[in-house]
T-cell receptor, first 114, second 109 residues
Framework: NAGVTQTPKFRVLKTGQSMTLLCAQD?????MYWYRQDPGMGLRLIHY???????AKGEVPDGYNVSRLKKQNFLLGLESAAPSQTSVYFC?????????????FGPGTRLTVT | LAKTTQPISMDSYEGQEVNITCSHN???????ITWYQQFPSQGPRFIIQ???TKVTNEVASLFIPADRKSSTLSLPRVSLSDTAVYYC??????????FGTGTRLQVFP
């Protein structure tokens, strides 16, 4: 049981390049989330999904797109990277806000846009 | 979603009890209070969650007064490994979590 995994762990992009971050969970969780964390700051919610085939915007969705084609995977895409998107990206999953009501986080992806 | 206010930073020494208070004056009836811990270069980790009164687990205790406008996370006998950022979150039980800037706890030997 690996929990929540993220690919890649590190990435450097040039302005204007595109990339996709992959999040995978093996806990059969319904909910999945993408956050970003800038240095010295708290986490900000980018997008989230409450089930396969669904996505919704969080606090800071601009410049990002997401897809949840399979229940276990949640992809975060940057179509045209900007230096302002330099951050650490965390994925999380939760069984839904039922009895458990807690989120499990991945190890993070450190992205630098030059 | 209810806004939370917590101290930016706190210092403590090993073996002491640490209490971190979070204010959430506009908490709604269906909101729960959840605390997370985050170490450098890691994702946050769930610590404890409660609705009212007191909740205790193997890691911490959570005290919530009757009016629920604040909550206190209590860490008994902290060690150096408890140095981390602690986040207080308030949200409906069926809703997404929004993180604030948290409280940076530094434990000294």
């Amino acid at each position: 049981n690996a929990g929540v995994t993220q690919t890649p762990k590190f990435r450097v992009l040039k302005t204007g390049q595109s990339m996709t971050l992959l999040c995978a969970q093996d806990m059969n969780h319904e909910y999945m989330y993408w956050y970003r964390q800038d240095p010295g700051m708290g986490l900000r919610l980018i997008h989230y999904s409450v089930g396969e085939g669904t996505t919704a915007k969080g606090e800071v969705p601009d410049g990002y797109n997401v897809s949840r084609l399979k229940k276990q995977n949640f992809l975060l895409g940057l179509e045209s990277a900007a230096p302002s998107q330099t951050s650490v990206y965390f994925c999380a999953s939760s069984p839904g806000r039922g009895i458990s009501g807690q989120e499990y986080f991945g190890p993070g992806t450190r992205l630098t846009v030059t | 979603l209810a806004k939370t206010t917590q101290p930016i930073s706190m210092d403590s020494y090993e073996g002491q009890e640490v209490n971190i208070t979070c204010s959430h004056n506009n908490i709604a009836t269906n909101d729960y209070i959840t605390w997370y811990q985050q170490f450098p270069s890691q994702g946050p980790r769930f610590i404890i969650q409660g609705y009212k009164t007191k909740v205790t687990n193997e890691v911490a205790s959570l005290f919530i007064p009757a009016d629920r406008k604040s909550s206190t996370l209590s860490l008994p006998r902290v060690s150096l490994s408890d140095t981390a950022v602690y986040y207080c979150l308030v949200a409906p039980f069926t809703d997404k979590l929004i993180f604030g800037t948290g409280t940076r706890l530094q434990v000294f030997p």
